[in-house]
């Protein structure tokens, strides 16, 4: 399984994704479980982070995003974000659901996975996470880490990700 976490730390709530797969990273740790993960930090998500995954590796996509309630946290299908209308838009220069129709054309299909996004409300340079952002990272990381079981890669004992 591959995590790609989207986002710029300079930009306020755009940094939300970035914090919350540290902060699943630093859970897993201290709670002793091994994923089956790789998480990478992506900054923008571009074509290339998707188009070489083999079509063995799920994928979860994060990223704080403009057009649903701060703080409100989705999860979608990332083929029904490529093929869908107009949805959550992210604050980086080329949209989701570009680099998702790219990513098809040039693999042929998309990787299965899905995206996890969580609402933004601050993506000035300089800003700091919102109070609304900074309320519900808990319950970010919780929806990663059940994202992650879902699709099959939690590998605490019990089946967990890990234990909150």
């Given at each position: 399984?591959?995590?790609?976490?989207?986002?710029?730390?300079?930009?306020?709530?755009?940094?939300?994704?970035?914090?919350?797969?540290?902060?699943?990273?630093?859970?897993?740790d201290e709670a002793g479980v091994r994923f089956?993960?790789?998480?990478?930090?992506?900054?923008?998500?571009?074509?290339?982070?998707?188009?070489?995954?083999?079509?063995?590796?799920?994928?979860?996509?994060?990223?704080?995003?403009?057009?649903?309630?701060?703080?409100?946290?989705?999860?979608r299908p990332l083929a029904d974000l490529a093929?869908?209308?107009?949805?959550?838009?992210?604050?980086h220069v080329l949209p989701l659901r570009d680099?998702?129709?790219?990513?098809?054309?040039?693999?042929?299909?998309?990787?299965?996975?899905?995206?996890?996004?969580?609402?933004?409300?601050?993506?000035?340079?300089?800003?700091?996470?919102?109070?609304?952002?900074?309320?519900?990272?808990?319950?970010?990381?919780?929806?990663?880490?059940?994202?992650?079981?879902?699709?099959?890669?939690?590998?605490?004992?019990?089946?967990?990700?890990?234990?909150?």
């Amino acid at each position: 399984m591959l995590v790609l976490a989207c986002g710029e730390r300079s930009r306020g709530d755009d940094a939300a994704a970035l914090v919350a797969a540290e902060q699943l990273l630093a859970r897993a740790d201290e709670a002793g479980v091994r994923f089956a993960v790789e998480i990478r930090l992506v900054g923008q998500l571009e074509p290339d982070d998707l188009a070489g995954v083999g079509p063995e590796v799920r994928v979860v996509v994060l990223d704080a995003v403009r057009g649903i309630p701060p703080g409100a946290i989705i999860h979608r299908p990332l083929a029904d974000l490529a093929s869908s209308g107009p949805g959550p838009r992210s604050s980086h220069v080329l949209p989701l659901r570009d680099v998702l129709a790219l990513v098809a054309v040039l693999r042929g299909a998309l990787p299965e996975g899905s995206f996890v996004g969580l609402g933004g409300e601050s993506f000035e340079l300089g800003a700091a996470l919102s109070p609304a952002v900074r309320q519900v990272l808990p319950a970010y990381v919780e929806a990663i880490g059940q994202e992650i079981d879902r699709l099959g890669a939690g590998s605490a004992p019990g089946g967990g990700w890990a234990p909150a």
